[in-house]
């Protein structure tokens, strides 16, 4: 048996397995201290387990252990599926299809809406969460992950934007299971079709609630020409160059597929930025806890100022 690493995560640990001329993938939490209700692999096998059956996206999982005798550790092994990941540049392979950008793009709106209409109950997956409070306890876990991961030096500004969140909070659109993670480079896809993701990963947050869930996690990753460079929000340059479609209109193309409203979204886009100063925050403590070796995560903090000035900005746009 051979065993490589997958390098790109930024906080689950990705394994490659080559048993003969078999591949698999094992997925495991980061090592030390761990967020409550993070890097559930628990969650993400049961999630798996049954999806794949009804999502081609999802990829099969095949064994759940959690045993720490074995690993120290929760793990799951699942199948190993080739493709283009888009990080910071086009794949060559992808590059010479006209529109890449774009058709990527809508690719992965169409396959969130597709999640989206499927029916919890009939994949398995009742059981995965309660949509009633929903946005409650998002609101509430998140909180407290910023409590537990406070910097000293903090301000009361991400105090300040939950109170805003908080007030301003919508009614649950509708229940249907959410991704909690969806994003260009969490997705795979052939390099002879750009017009189809043929697999999504990450699935270790999945639940069921709210979809704009989804849609404004992706809008908090995806870049805008709007931009300035007080409110950039991601630390891949690259994605701006790419000739992707503007974050109005992926709400557009989602909108019109799933009968959505637009301006909904808004809040969910804000949530996301503020959840996101939370993440990169929390990686940043386990670098210095010493539990990551990763140079990355040494200055990934510094993204949060720029995510709290997108946060303000969106939800002033939103009038909340």
């Avoid at 394994?15 to 761990?34: D, K, N, S």
């Avoid at 993670?181 to 947050?205: G, H, Y």
């Avoid at 908090?220 to 300035?228: K, L």
């Amino acid at each position: 048996m051979e065993v490589l690493q997958f390098p790109n995560g930024s906080a689950n640990l990705t394994y490659l397995l080559r048993v003969g001329a078999h591949e698999l993938v094992l997925r495991r939490p980061p090592f030390g201290q761990i967020a409550p209700g993070a890097h559930d692999m628990k969650r993400e096998f049961k999630v798996l387990g049954h999806l794949w059956h009804h999502f081609d996206r999802a990829p099969r999982a095949y064994l759940f252990c959690d045993d720490p005798a074995v690993l120290g550790a929760d793990f799951f092994v699942m199948e190993r599926r080739r493709g283009e990941v888009i990080r910071d540049t086009m794949p060559p392979t992808l590059r010479v299809h006209r529109d890449a950008g774009r058709r990527v793009a809508f690719a992965l709106v169409v396959s969130m809406a597709e999640l989206h209409t499927l029916e919890p109950g009939a994949c398995g997956l009742a059981d995965l969460g309660r949509p009633e409070g929903f946005i409650d306890r998002q609101l509430e876990g998140w909180a407290k992950r910023w409590a537990l991961a406070r910097p000293e030096d903090a301000t009361g500004e991400m105090e300040r934007i939950h109170e805003r969140l908080a007030r301003g909070k919508p009614a649950l659109s509708r229940a249907s299971i959410v991704h909690n993670d969806l994003k260009l480079d969490n997705c795979q896809f052939a390099p002879e079709n750009p017009d189809r993701v043929t697999s999504i990963f990450d699935w270790d947050m999945t639940t069921l609630g709210d979809p704009l869930a989804d849609l404004g996690t992706l809008l908090n990753y995806w870049p805008d020409a709007t931009d300035t460079e007080a409110t950039q929000r991601g630390t891949r340059p690259g994605l701006s160059r790419m000739g992707l479609p503007s974050r109005g209109e992926i709400t557009s193309r989602y909108a019109a597929l799933t009968g959505a409203d637009p301006a909904a979204a808004r809040w969910w886009e804000a949530f996301a930025l503020w959840k996101t100063v939370v993440v990169v925050v929390q990686l940043h403590r386990r670098w210095v806890r010493g539990e990551s070796t990763d140079p990355r995560m040494a200055h990934i903090a510094d993204r949060a100022p720029s995510l709290v000035a997108a946060a303000r900005l969106v939800l002033d746009g939103a009038g909340l």
